[in-house]
């Protein structure tokens, strides 16, 4: 079993449509969750990070935590063509020094 | 504000050739450095971390090593390239022990 799963997709959804996107993780030691937004052949841009249970708004961005459940999601509000890509969970322990990453969902937004 | 440069950005190599990939970062001081690899639609494996100058550990025994000869300077190499190596490499640097900074990557394809 990987230490974080994320379905590969791709998810294809209509503008303005809401995307919603998350992972599940099995290491109850993971204190530190991020998510990060990886156009083609680019470097991962990290969107959004969160320390404790709960949700954290950015903006149409989303991140919830139920750290009970061991799952993590991510939820843009009034996609955009633009929000193309593909979207990486990634989780640390407090002891830091080693992100352990989903395998990305790739996200399709059509006009 | 903290900028993380890499390069090339892409490039193409025989097998049996040498490899030397550069990562630099400006506008922090003493930083956590991170190298990458991501196969074609996959997610990011960690190959080399260091947490100080001459310091570096490895996650997976394989092909290549990194060296950190400076503060702000983290290098990849190998002396003989495998078409295995093919990918695209990634440097991060890290603020806080909590989250990570993602350079813009170098595609290399080994041939």
């Known amino acids: 079993q990987k230490e974080v799963e994320q379905d590969p997709g791709p998810l294809s959804v209509p503008e303005g449509a809401i995307v919603s996107l998350n992972c599940t993780y099995s290491n109850s030691a993971f204190q530190y969750f991020m998510w990060y937004r990886q156009y083609s052949r680019k470097g991962p841009e990290l969107l959004m990070y969160?320390?404790?249970?709960g949700n954290k708004e950015d903006g149409r961005f989303t991140a919830q935590v139920d750290k009970s459940s061991k799952y993590i999601s991510l939820f843009i509000r009034d996609s955009q063509p633009s929000d193309s890509a593909t979207y990486l969970c990634a989780i640390m322990t407090a002891a830091g020094n080693k992100l352990t990453f989903g395998g990305g969902t790739r996200v399709l937004v059509k006009p | 504000s903290q900028t993380i440069h890499q390069w090339p950005a892409t490039l193409v190599q025989p097998v049996g050739s040498p490899l030397s990939l550069e990562c630099t970062v400006e506008?922090?001081?003493?930083?956590?450095l991170y190298w990458y690899r991501q196969a074609a639609g996959r997610g990011l494996q960690l190959l080399f971390y260091s947490v100080g100058i001459g310091q570096i550990s490895s996650e997976v025994p394989q092909n290549l090593s990194a060296s950190r000869p400076q503060d702000r300077q983290f290098i990849l190499s190998s002396k003989k390239l495998l078409l295995s190596d093919s990918g695209f490499y990634l440097c991060?640097?890290?603020?806080?022990?909590?989250?990570?900074?993602f350079g813009p990557g170098t595609r290399l394809l080994v041939l």
């Open positions: 969160t320390y404790s249970s």
């Open positions: 991060a640097w890290e603020e806080g022990s909590e989250t990570q900074y």
């Open positions: 506008g922090t001081s003493n930083p956590n």
